[in-house]
Structures are given as C-alpha cells and as structure tokens.
C-alpha cells in the first residue's frame, strides 16, 4: 500500500458508524450484504448508511456487486491485509510478534 492509499484507510475507518459497519461485513466474510442488512446490522437509517458506504468504498475498503436489484457489500480482505500489513512491516524490530511466537512484542516496546 501507498502511504496516501493507508491515510485514506484509516481516515475512513476513524469514524465510528464507518468502523462498525467494516467490522460487521469483516464478519460476514465473502458473501457480504445487502444496504438494508447492513442498516439493520449496525442500527441506522438507510439513506444515512449510503454516505458511509461511499466512504469505505472510496478508501477501497469495501466493494459492490450488484446482485438482481440489491447491492451487496463486502469487506475487500485484500485492502484490509495490506493496511495491517503496512501497520505492522518492521514490527519489532524484524522479529515475529504474534502471540503464539516466542518473541512477543510488548507494550512497553522491544520484545521479550
């Protein structure tokens, strides 16, 4: 990822409604959902959800398919794995940080 494309990401994703609505189609995997589940799913207004949508598309956080007469979204997992990618390259210093590694960063910074 570019950083202008990962400034985009995160400013996108720096809004509460936005953020909801992305871990939500983050869960629905693939298949994605429609406008209306996605109101319902994060309580809001469908003509509220279109400007919200409109953003994480536009930070290529999301896509549309149309399918019949609906639209349905989903979270793009390729866009979500460069941004944590990008977060995390030179993490700790070129060591392995996950939890299940012997070499764990903490909080406190440098591993352990």
Same mark, same amino acid.
């Given at each position: 990822?570019?950083?202008?494309?990962?400034?985009?990401?995160?400013?996108?994703?720096? #809004?509460?409604?936005?953020?909801?609505?992305?871990?939500?189609?983050? #869960?629905?995997?693939?298949?994605?959902? /429609?406008?209306? #589940?996605?109101?319902?799913?994060?309580?809001?207004?469908?003509?509220?959800?279109?400007?919200?949508?409109?953003?994480?598309?536009?930070?290529?956080?999301?896509? #549309?398919?149309?399918?019949?007469? /609906?639209?349905?979204?989903?979270? %793009?997992?390729?866009?979500? %794995?460069?941004?944590?990618?990008?977060?995390?390259?030179?993490?700790?210093?070129?060591?392995?940080? /996950?939890?299940? /590694?012997?070499?764990?960063?903490?909080?406190?910074?440098?591993?352990?």
């Amino acid at each position: 990822m570019t950083p202008k494309s990962v400034v985009a990401a995160l400013g996108a994703l720096a #809004q509460e409604t936005r953020l909801g609505v992305f871990r939500l189609l983050v #869960q629905a995997g693939p298949t994605g959902l /429609s406008a209306s #589940q996605i109101a319902e799913g994060v309580g809001i207004a469908p003509s509220l959800l279109s400007f919200h949508l409109k953003e994480l598309l536009h930070a290529d956080l999301v896509t #549309q398919v149309r399918e019949g007469r /609906s639209l349905i979204y989903a979270a %793009n997992f390729s866009a979500m %794995n460069g941004l944590l990618g990008y977060l995390t390259e030179n993490c700790c210093g070129g060591n392995p940080c /996950s939890p299940d /590694s012997k070499l764990a960063c903490s909080t406190e910074g440098g591993c352990a």
